[in-house]
């Protein structure tokens, strides 16, 4: 994994549009379907892109940058300021009434995993976003991403978890070494499925 410091706006705009035109199974939807159209979820995205490359978590994985994942430390957070402004820019992107909504359904979906590790007083490395650019989907980044995840976590011995939105989703991420731990459902469409890798030096 390379640690990536800039992004053009094009690039940014790039991964948004992987997350905005996945298409789902029957009966599923993306938690970011509240937003209510594909440019508010655009906004959305690039700003949580954006956030998520200003903190530093941003990795590119490949010889031409054919994945990007963020991964965030449990006892790491964004810059301050990134942190006091992204309500108002969430706002900006969204509108006050989406954002609302939004927040109201996470709430709506009980305890995250990793705020129940951190009760516990555990620590971990949180996958923030993997992303495979369009063009190289079903050509095993996501398997390259995730080893290099693997790789990092078992240099830390750290568990790694993730929240994954579709049933396709999670059982491509169990069929690549990690457990379901849970599943936080907002709705009857919209769910988050828990996922967790535990290295093999903490067993």
Not at 78 to 86: A, R, T
Not at 168 to 193: C, D, N, S, W
């Amino acid at each position: 994994m390379k640690k990536v410091v800039i992004m053009s706006d094009s690039e940014i705009r790039e991964l948004a549009e992987t997350y905005a035109d996945y298409s789902f199974r029957p009966g599923e939807k993306s938690i970011f379907s509240v937003l209510g159209s594909r440019d508010r979820i655009l906004r959305y995205l690039e700003m949580s892109i954006q956030t998520a490359l200003k903190s530093g978590w941003i990795y590119s994985v490949g010889d031409n940058n054919e994945a990007f994942v963020a991964i965030s430390y449990s006892d790491s957070h964004p810059p301050l300021h990134i942190m006091l402004s992204f309500p108002f820019r969430a706002m900006k992107a969204v509108g006050t009434r989406h954002l609302y909504d939004l927040s109201q359904l996470l709430k709506n979906g009980g305890v995250s995993l990793a705020d129940r590790m951190k009760k516990n007083g555990e620590k971990f490395l949180s996958v923030e976003i993997l992303c495979v650019r369009k063009e190289y989907q079903g050509k095993g980044y996501m398997r390259k991403a995730m080893e290099e995840v693997f790789r990092l976590a078992d240099e830390k011995r750290l568990p790694v978890i993730l929240e994954t939105d579709e049933t396709l989703k999670a059982h491509k991420y169990r069929h690549l070494g990690m457990e379901q731990e849970g599943v936080r459902r907002f709705t009857p469409e919209i769910a988050f499925y828990e996922m967790s890798y535990r290295p093999k030096t903490m067993l």
